[in-house]
């Protein structure tokens, strides 16, 4: 019997070890533009049935209910949180935020990938990029933004204007597209605000904001992280708690297999 509670709580402590890897994550991230904070989610192990529910007992009669005992937990998952953060106004005219649903599409060089953080900057060749202006990850489809702009403006339906120097009216230089995904939780995190499609996420459903279920652009804003601190903290008291309970139980079985144990000498 002990053996099996030393198992079992050690399931226990694994499965609250990994939640705390995750807390400390999402609290890590709470400043991280765009950053969408996940949840683990668990499911208990197999069970050791010594009847079920439903048998003839030694009278002839139908149990109503069993004997059995489960054999620990386990993480079955990780989700992650996909609601919309807050906006915060930064004046920037290349920081973009996505009100509602969509990611934005990023070229990379090899694959697409895709973000919520808006955090554009144009490189030397006037290229609009993610972040640095060195890294090499295009907005998809490109934008090129032309050297004698004097200013920039961006529609809630992603069209891109400028005013170049000596002119009056803005020109358009192009149109910024969005990304949706049946099952957005289905996406691979692959770090740096990233995110890569996968067979769980499904295909990218591809068109222009505020259509097809896409929410449209802000411009001048970005998308806080959508940690909420106070709800990790909860978090955290509760898996420390449970932690601690899981390690209580281990002492307690131990200390019976030391019983048992000293029995067997005598």
């Known amino acids: ?11 226990g402590m694994d499965a609250q070890q990994f939640r705390l890897d995750v ?25 050791q049935n010594f009847k ?31 609601t919309q953060g807050s906006f915060t106004n930064t004046g920037q005219t290349l920081d973009l935020a996505v009100a509602g649903d969509g990611f934005f599409q990023i070229n990379d060089g090899n694959q697409f990938l895709y973000t919520r953080a808006g955090n554009f900057t144009v490189n030397a060749n006037q290229q609009v990029v993610l972040g640095s202006a ?3 990850r295009f907005l998809e489809p490109a934008i090129t933004i032309p050297q004698d702009a004097v200013q920039v403006s961006i529609s809630a339906d992603g069209i891109v204007s400028v005013l170049q120097a000596g002119q009056t009216q803005l020109n358009q230089i192009g149109n910024i597209q969005l990304v949706r995904f049946v099952n ?16 769980g996420s499904g295909n990218p459903i591809i068109s222009n904001p ?9 411009q001048n804003f970005l998308e806080a992280s959508n940690v909420e601190p106070v709800t990790e903290l909860v978090g955290l008291i509760s898996t ?6 899981n390690s209580q139980v281990i002492q307690v079985a131990d200390q019976a297999w030391q019983l048992v144990n000293n029995l067997r000498r005598y």
């Open 240 to 245: 420390q708690r449970t932690f601690e309970l």
């Open 210 to 218: 505020g259509q097809d279920g896409l929410g449209t652009i802000r």
């Open 134 to 136: 060195t890294t090499g």
């Open 184 to 199: 957005p939780q289905g996406l691979l995190a692959t770090g740096e605000n990233l995110y890569q499609q996968t067979s």
């Open 1 to 11: 019997m002990s053996i099996r509670a030393l198992n079992t709580a050690a399931s």
């Open 52 to 82: 079920i529910p439903g048998m003839i007992d030694n009278l002839g009669r139908l149990t109503s209910v069993g004997q059995a005992y489960g054999l620990g937990a386990r993480v079955q998952s990780t989700e992650m949180n996909m």
């Open 23 to 47: 807390i400390a994550n999402n609290l890590a991230n709470a400043q991280t533009t765009a950053f969408k904070s996940s949840r683990v989610n668990f499911e208990d192990l197999m069970y």
